[in-house]
């Protein structure tokens, strides 16, 4: 696996977060170094004002800060922390990065983006990009040619203005928006809906997983939740827009709870979600995280968990295995885990490694999940 840029003669050493031993994915793309040499190409004075959108890992954060102003923003703690360690192991000069949920900068000469997976955070940027930006400033925005479709081109027209692209480069094309759109509305980050059934309603920033619906694991999940006076301490790990921690926040008022995610529009959601349902806030906690790092050993009772199975465009479970390691190690002697998954996932044998095979059980199933408790 390859940790060294080299462009134009420069070299970077990058690596992702976390740094795993045995690690298989690079920490930078084609779509970077295409977006680099095309820029390179253009010869823009030295100083220019660059905002970043969704730099993975920091290749596009590291590479412009040596001769450019870097405003980069991310949704991802993950990110964050790559973008932070590859500047620091690079030397590079101080960038300024913020979170997807900070205000943007005043004034850009250039918006570099990699194009996000979700339309509706891409929609959401596309919006703001134009409309704080529409004068002497350009758009160059790259993906792999197989994810922009003419529905994506579509959403840049609308939203940012004219668009065109570029031959595609090892399977990768940029996208070019004039940013004259005539589009002038600003759209609300927040889509709100109701979950009928339990009585609360969701409202989430754009880059929310299941933003417009309820996950239908989740779903599942409500309905075995459960109150126990024993629960003092809990964590909603990998929270969402924390459909979870309203639930069990009803269940359990006596309970402390925290919200634990790695985007920081879910955990602003999750914030957000319970003030919106008339929630108590006491004793809860909202926290943009990588799974459970940093948390003390034996300090909670139930952790409960509906884990992701992608990290940036990476389809991986090493994230769900890291989220049960970890929640073995915060639970307390008499503490549970509780995870719900897709059946074909095989999170029971995961778990039985981990807790031992007659310390999980089936909580309930239903023809598409399972749902699993795990004692320590
Ligand atoms: C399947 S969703 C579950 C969301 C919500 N709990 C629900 O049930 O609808 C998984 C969540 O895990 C978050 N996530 C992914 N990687 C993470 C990590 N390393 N640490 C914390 N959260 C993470 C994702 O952002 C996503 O919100």
Not at 286 to 314: K, M, T, Y
Request: hydrophobic share 40%.
């Amino acid at each position: 696996m390859k940790t060294e840029l080299n462009l134009f003669e420069h070299s970077y050493s990058l690596f992702r977060f976390p740094k795993l031993n045995n690690e298989q994915l690079q920490a930078w793309d084609a779509g970077d170094e295409y977006l680099i040499q095309h820029f390179e190409e253009l010869k823009l004075p030295a100083g220019s004002r660059i905002l970043i959108l969704n730099d993975s890992f920091g290749a596009l954060s590291c590479w412009f800060s040596e001769q450019h102003q870097v405003t980069t923003i991310s949704d991802s703690f993950i990110s964050h922390q790559g973008i932070k360690h590859n500047l620091a192991l690079n030397h590079c000069k101080p960038i300024d990065l913020r979170t997807s949920t900070d205000e943007w900068p005043q004034q850009v000469d250039i918006v570099l983006m990699q194009i996000p997976r979700n339309n509706r955070y891409l929609t959401w940027q596309l919006n703001q990009i134009a409309l704080k930006y529409r004068d002497n400033c350009s758009l160059i925005a790259v993906n792999k040619a197989k994810e922009i479709h003419s529905s994506t081109l579509k959403i840049f027209e609308k939203y940012a203005g004219h668009t065109t692209t570029s031959l595609a480069w090892k399977k990768h094309r940029l996208v070019f928006s004039e940013l004259n759109s005539a589009y002038q509305e600003t759209i609300d980050p927040y889509t709100t809906w109701p979950v009928a059934e339990h009585k609360l309603v969701l409202s989430n920033l754009p880059n929310v997983y299941s933003g417009e619906s309820l996950d239908l694991g989740a779903r599942f999940i409500l309905e075995h939740l459960k109150s126990n006076t024993k629960y003092q301490d809990i964590v909603d790990l990998g929270c969402g827009n924390g459909v979870l921690t309203l639930k069990l926040k009803q269940l359990n008022p006596q309970a402390n709870i925290t919200a634990i995610d790695e985007s920081f529009m879910a955990v602003k959601s999750a914030h957000h979600n319970l003030t919106l349902n008339n929630i108590a806030l006491d004793g809860c906690e909202f926290v943009a995280n990588n799974c459970l790092d940093g948390f003390l050993e034996n300090s909670q009772d139930l952790v409960i968990c509906n884990p992701p199975f992608h990290q940036q465009q990476a389809v991986t479970d090493h994230i769900a295995w890291q989220m049960f390691c970890d929640a073995k190690q915060v639970l307390r002697d008499t503490g549970e885990l509780m995870v719900i998954g897709n059946r074909h996932l095989g999170y029971d044998k995961k778990l039985a490694r981990l807790f031992g095979k007659h310390n999980v059980k089936l909580v309930a199933s239903n023809a598409k999940f399972v749902i699993l408790q795990a004692t320590k």
